[in-house]
């Protein structure tokens, strides 16, 4: 027996399209493990003194954690409602996105300090960053030379290869975690700038240029964890659900009211969307024209809802006189981010 008003997917019915994006997020998730592995351990054995080599090594690091958070959150995505977590799992890619922001931001404030002490202690001090040189193939070769190499190369990695790939899955899959990794490495040519600005800095004598580097890079580090802290905890808090970039509230919630409009047998409508993660919970408000209502038209309305997109997972729908001021309208404006 259908119980009305009541709806709710099972996480793995996803559409074709979605399990393809989902099977290919993983695959670019676990290649950008192995490449960025690869980088860490390269930038290792070329970063010399280099205070701005050092903190790219660091942001190499730290940009592991949007992965593993995705992968380990995958699973516990897919578990079903029980009665200790009624709404499911889905927040675990929430989860993972607040402790990877925080992580940013702590390691990123932290790294700041450190280069600014150490740029200030050259002032004062005297002590000069020196790069020295290094023999290759029988043939001695200064050491910056070899460091801004292989800056230029590890770079084609985020901006060309999975950087673009993260971004076109990422409205797919409705995936905050997904995008906000996209957009960290798309952004990586601007730390390899600067470690290259560095390094060269200390081979045309201008040592200062390469704690200045450092510190774009950390005050970088920084705005990404801010970033993606504010995001996370937003939707943990139940914001009103925007899109997967953040930029605007999401459309889905027009489209579910417009259908409302559509239905003859309400007077009024209003909805509450909640972003769970990668998909919403709707909690439907109607008053009926008519005084009494039958439970299969209540029923037949929250499977309408549930058909317009794969991204609605549970819906509840509400007879209500007056409906609640907080519910979204149609002719509502999209508020300020």
């Known amino acids: ?68 958070s995705f992968l380990v959150a995958l699973p516990f995505v897919r578990r079903r409602p029980d009665r200790e977590h009624p709404y499911g799992w889905h927040r675990a890619m929430g989860v993972g996105h607040l402790l990877a ?26 002590e000069r960053t020196e790069i020295g040189d290094v023999e290759i193939l029988g043939r001695t070769v200064w050491q910056g030379w070899v460091m801004v ?22 409205p797919v899959l409705h995936s905050k975690l997904l995008y906000a990794d996209a957009d960290m490495a798309k952004a990586d040519w601007q730390t390899n700038v600067a470690s290259i ?40 808090m139940d914001r009103r659900a925007r899109s997967y970039d953040g930029e605007r509230s999401h459309p889905l919630g027009d489209v579910i009211l417009a259908y409302l409009r559509r239905q ?15 998909v919403f919970h709707v909690e439907v408000f109607v008053r009926p024209v008519a005084r009494e209502v039958s439970m299969e038209r209540l029923a037949e309305l929250s499977e309408g809802v549930a058909g317009l997109d794969w991204k609605v997972q549970d819906v509840v729908v509400v007879p209500a006189d007056p409906v609640p001021d907080y519910a979204d309208r149609l002719e509502d404006p999209d508020p300020a981010p």
């Open 1 to 68: 027996m259908k119980r009305a008003g009541y709806r709710q997917d099972k996480r793995e019915n996803l559409p074709r399209e979605q399990r393809q994006a989902l099977r290919s997020a993983v695959r670019w998730q676990v290649f950008t493990i192995c490449y960025t592995i690869c980088t860490i351990t390269i930038v290792a054995f070329v970063m010399g003194d280099s205070q701005a080599m050092k903190t790219a090594w660091f942001e190499d690091m730290l940009s592991l954690l949007p992965q593993i």
């Open 101 to 126: 922001g925080a992580a940013l931001l702590g390691v990123g404030l932290h790294l700041a300090i450190d280069a600014g002490s150490g740029l200030l202690s050259g002032i004062f001090s005297g």
């Open 149 to 170: 190499a292989v800056m230029v190369v590890i770079v084609i990695g985020p901006v060309w290869l999975y950087g673009p790939a993260k971004a076109r899955l990422a």
């Open 197 to 236: 600005v560095g390094v060269l800095g200390i081979g045309a004598g201008l040592w200062w240029l390469d704690g200045v580097a450092a510190i774009f890079i950390a005050v970088g580090i920084v705005r990404d964890g801010l970033s993606n802290c504010s995001a996370a905890v937003q939707d943990l």
């Open 264 to 278: 003859n047998w309400i007077a009024e409508s209003g909805i509450r969307l909640r972003d769970q993660g990668q």
